[in-house]
Nanobody
Framework: QVPLVETEGGSVQAGGSLRISCAASVSSSSNYCMGWFRQAPGNEREGVAVIYTGDGNTYYARSVEGRFTISQDNVKNSVYLQMTNLKPEDTAMYYC?????????????????WGQGTQVTVSS
């Protein structure tokens, strides 16, 4: 099991920005797929952004491309999700996940390790 600890999300108004982070208790010499996923009430969990720590390859969902940026800090074994121009439809529980797969990273249902989730609420 890979413990994942997410920072607290928050509430912002539409158009605002928020950054959430996730620290993973993994060896810095190991490469992982790490990603952010979200789930709104009544919806399935969906991928938001994924990064492969080995080479920095990234994937973004079309709904967030150009607004969200995923980044990594290999020294701190952390990944970050910078969210800008937030919209009410971005409101969801956001989960950090990790998997030891290499690029291309697996589908959301195949990620092995999950954080507890952090709530992001965007008001109009």
């Amino acid at each position: 099991q890979v413990p994942l600890v997410e920072t607290e999300g928050g509430s912002v108004q539409a158009g605002g920005s928020l950054r959430i982070s996730c620290a993973a208790s993994v060896s810095s010499s190991s490469n992982y797929c790490m990603g952010w996923f979200r789930q709104a009430p009544g919806n399935e969990r969906e991928g938001v952004a994924v990064i492969y720590t080995g080479d920095g390859n990234t994937y973004y969902a079309r709904s967030v491309e150009g607004r969200f940026t995923i980044s990594q800090d290999n020294v701190k074994n952390s990944v970050y999700l910078q969210m800008t121009n937030l919209k009410p439809e971005d409101t969801a529980m956001y989960y950090c996940a990790a998997d030891s797969s290499s690029w291309p990273c697996p589908d959301v249902l195949e990620f092995a390790h999950w954080g507890q989730g952090t709530q992001v609420t965007v008001s109009s």
